[in-house]
């Protein structure tokens, strides 16, 4: 039994990965598990996954190990939804994406726009008479690059995506997912796996 | 009138289907649900409905409430007592929101309800009609699960949902919002089928049997393990499964409050109540124990106390059917997750069958002192005022211990769940998360209707009574025996008790003026006595228990009595107060 009395560890960034239903009103549900203990979303996505009526949300939060534990069970508990996993960072590979729109003028005029390109691993996305948009994609620090080497040049307007993230040790995901969709009627998936580890990895 | 005229449990692809509107189908699947009784209050939005009901009154009772919150306690102390699931409906806006505090008693409780709201028209929604709240994002916290139904071809299939959600794993209230051109819409009914699968919910975690082993082991090891029950043991019906093992292993065993019942109050391995005016051995020995095992409870903490200094030097195996549960407030060494009447016998196998004499004797000697310091004065005063705890102690010896008790909030309620001795299981009804004033009074009307052939007791002090005395009349149209036993201090005892001991004795409003409750009780047709004086009192109780129908009796008691003992807030269970 660990004692209640030491500090909690630090908190790091943790993403959170959330398998439900299509189900109107169920981001509500899932934000107020935040919303109620004080805690702020970094960063929220949700999007179709590859399997047809299963979205995935994902989710980044700082904070420690033991409340983010505790919040997946809270949301793993919501009716609509099938499957929650927690992972640090060290545990995914993420992406963010970024769209920069700029004078075309200036850019074509005191920058060279494929050195801009080259530099910073960005695409050009739309390239008219008034203005370009470029876009890259990358950790944080990569896309906060080109902010800094775009604002001299009269940056109009800025836009960043919510983190995405692919889990790297989830072989059978998808396998699972599909088992998971196509079990009718009702026998249990196997649930609490890890239960014996449950310090380490957490998914029911 | 628009009845289906059908087997409604056929399988619907062998059935023709009839045409019926929304509001018939949702009558529909409520009778096939097993639904005999509804608590609502009718309304514009919800219309459609009650005008469907006109035509199923032979099937359906539903009884006309006073006020939407009295509905749907009435709904919560039915499902308490029956065991079944609660219907209540009301009608949009106002009506919907009145039910807000019930649902969020009903969801800390883990109390099975389906509530039926009337919503405005579809083509309305947004636009704040008339009568229009966001009734889905309002209850969303407060509910296990809700649902706004814009189409009639959704009924069917979403109250089976609703029921199958609200029933099943760890209990809890659902709300169905239905606009009103779902209500009238016409559709093709083809059957009701109720649920027994939703993909994405899975109500039991799977048992692990290795888990049941460990705790075994961990349990027989133990030389002073001690067992913590709650309301999980009620809501699995795993009383029997309880009682053996708690025999089986020889352990003593205390309860939370919504635990009270499960097994009865004079078993001898059953040490008392826990938590801030629970009794002091089981706090005291919380942190004396090596091995706790915690049952369909969840470490509350007006059961815990302060959490840094909670049992740390116990092993704590937890057995819940809620994975959620496990670790949130208290560390487990050995979770047993699972439906306690499935893990419960399995572990009784593998536990050994021995008698902690020694163990058990030390609870009764912290009960010997308990009754010399707190418990003799409460139950037999020598001064002239009466006290709670005596009317409650009387109370059993006319009851057997054999009645439903329903509590309201505040000392008449701990008072209550201390002294009240149960011999039966779901024979306490009270607020035990929420803490709601004005519980009692509805509840016990639907506890009633949950348990028709057993007396009824609200015990309800003078503060809450007022919150939601209009339900009398409720009693009064419906004819219900519902006892009514007002414990008046002419305070909001539990505040004042507060500030006593806490606040310097500055009674900011708590002294609370009442009517002349009998004189009310008399306009709604209620009979009724109150009493002052000790001589009366067990006439006056026998009086009230053996009067035909309902009876409200009032009785006057010390103004500043305390509620011991008591573990203040902030301190650890330990440092138990006995005065």
């Known amino acids: 039994m660990s004692d209640q009395n030491t500090l909690p560890e630090g908190k790091q960034e943790f993403n959170i990965t959330v398998y439900t239903e299509n189900q109107i009103g169920l981001l509500n549900r899932i934000a107020i598990i935040f919303t109620r203990r004080k805690i702020n979303i970094d960063s929220l996505n949700t999007s179709p996954s590859e399997i047809e009526s299963i979205h995935r949300f994902n989710i980044v939060i700082n904070e420690t190990e033991d409340v983010v534990r505790k919040l997946c069970r809270q949301i793993e508990k919501q009716v609509e939804v099938l499957k929650v996993y927690y992972h640090t960072n060290a545990d995914v590979i993420w992406q963010e994406m970024a769209l ?59 836009v960043r995506s919510a983190r995405i993230a692919i889990i790297k040790d989830s072989e059978g995901f998808n396998r699972k997912l599909r088992e998971f969709e196509q079990m009718e009627p009702g026998e249990d998936v196997i649930e609490n796996e890890y239960l014996n580890q449950r310090d380490k990895v957490f998914t029911m | 009138m628009e009845v289906a005229q059908q087997d409604v449990l056929t399988a619907p692809e062998q059935q023709a289907a009839v045409e019926l509107t929304g509001s018939a189908a949702l009558l529909e699947a409520l009778i096939v649900e097993g639904t005999e009784t509804i608590f609502g209050y009718p309304g514009g939005a919800i219309m459609p409905i009650y005008d469907a009901l006109y035509d199923y009154k032979e099937k359906l009772d539903h009884i006309l409430v006073r006020h939407e919150q009295g509905g749907i306690h009435a709904g919560q102390g039915y499902a308490r007592t029956s065991g079944k699931v609660g219907v209540v409906f009301a009608t949009s806006g106002p009506g919907a929101t009145n039910l807000v505090t019930g649902l969020a008693d009903a969801q800390i409780d883990s109390t ?63 709300l169905i919002d239905i606009t009103k051109n779902a209500q009238i819409q016409k559709f093709q009914f083809k059957g009701y089928t109720p649920c027994n699968h939703i993909r994405s919910y899975r109500p039991k975690p799977i048992i692990r049997p290795s888990f049941i082993e460990r705790a075994a082991q961990v349990i027989n090891e133990a030389k002073k393990p001690f067992i913590l029950w709650g309301q999980g043991v009620l809501l699995g019906k795993a009383e029997q499964e309880f009682k053996a093992f708690v025999e089986k292993s020889g352990i003593p065993a205390a309860w939370t409050i919504l635990g009270a019942g499960a097994i009865p109050t004079d078993h001898p391995q059953n040490v008392g109540m826990l ?87 030390k609870f009764n000697e912290f009960t010997r002192q308990e009754e010399e310091q707190v418990i003799n004065a409460e139950l037999h005063p020598q001064t002239g005022e009466m006290t709670m705890g005596e009317v409650i102690d009387q109370l059993n010896g006319l009851t057997n211990g054999d009645a439903v008790i329903v509590t309201d ?44 052939d057993r007396p009824v007791v609200a015990v309800i002090g003078d503060g809450g009574f007022q919150m939601t005395l209009q339900e009398m009349g409720t009693i009064m149209q419906t004819g219900i025996d519902v006892k009514i036993l007002i414990l008046n201090n002419q305070f909001l005892g539990m505040v004042r008790q507060w500030q006593e001991l806490f606040n310097e004795r500055r009674y900011s409003f708590v002294d609370i003026q009442s009517p002349d409750f009998v004189q009310v009780a008399k306009g709604y047709g209620i009979a009724g006595r109150s009493i002052k004086e000790r001589a ?10 053996n009067s035909k129908g309902s009876f409200l009796l009032e009785v006057m008691v010390t103004k500043e009595n305390n509620v011991f003992p008591m573990v203040p807030q902030g301190c650890s269970v330990s440092e138990i107060r006995l005065k």
């Open chain 2, 536 to 545: 009366d009192l067990k006439g006056a109780l026998e009086e009230m228990l």
């Open chain 2, 112 to 174: 099975p309800l389906v509530c039926i709201t009337g919503q405005v028209f579809a083509h309305l929604l947004g636009t704040d009609a008339f009568q229009e709240t966001d009734v889905i994002n309002i209850t969303t916290p407060v509910t296990k699960w809700n649902y706004q139904i814009t189409d009639a071809n959704e009924i069917p299939e979403v109250i089976a949902k609703a029921f199958y959600i609200a029933r099943s794993g760890r209990p809890g209230p659902v």
């Open chain 2, 409 to 452: 909030v505040g000392q008449h309620q701990m008072v209550g769940c201390r002294y009240a001795k149960f011999n039966k299981t779901r024979s306490n009804v009270t607020s035990g998360g929420l803490g709601t004033m004005g519980f009692a009074l509805p509840a016990a009307i639907g506890a009633k209707y949950g348990a028709k």
């Open chain 1, 100 to 158: 920069y729109k700029v004078p075309a003028d200036i850019i074509a005029e005191k920058a060279s726009v494929e050195r801009l390109l080259r530099e910073n691993g960005a695409r050009a996305v739309v390239i008219r008479k008034d203005y370009i948009v470029f876009e890259t994609t990358g950790h944080r620090e990569e896309t906060d690059n080109l902010i800094s080497v775009l604002q001299p040049f009269g940056l109009i307007e800025f």
């Open chain 2, 275 to 361: 938590g801030m005016h629970g009794n002091y051995g089981p706090n005291v020995l919380t942190n004396e124990c090596d091995v706790l095992i915690a049952i369909g409870m969840r470490f509350d903490d007006r059961v815990t106390g302060r959490l840094d200094k909670y049992a740390k030097q116990a092993k704590v195996i937890h057995l819940d059917i809620d994975p959620a549960e496990i670790d949130k407030n208290v560390k487990t060494h050995v979770a047993v997750w699972g439906d306690c009447k499935e893990t419960l016998p399995l572990l009784t196998q593998f536990v050994e069958a021995k008698q902690h004499t020694e163990w058990l004797a």
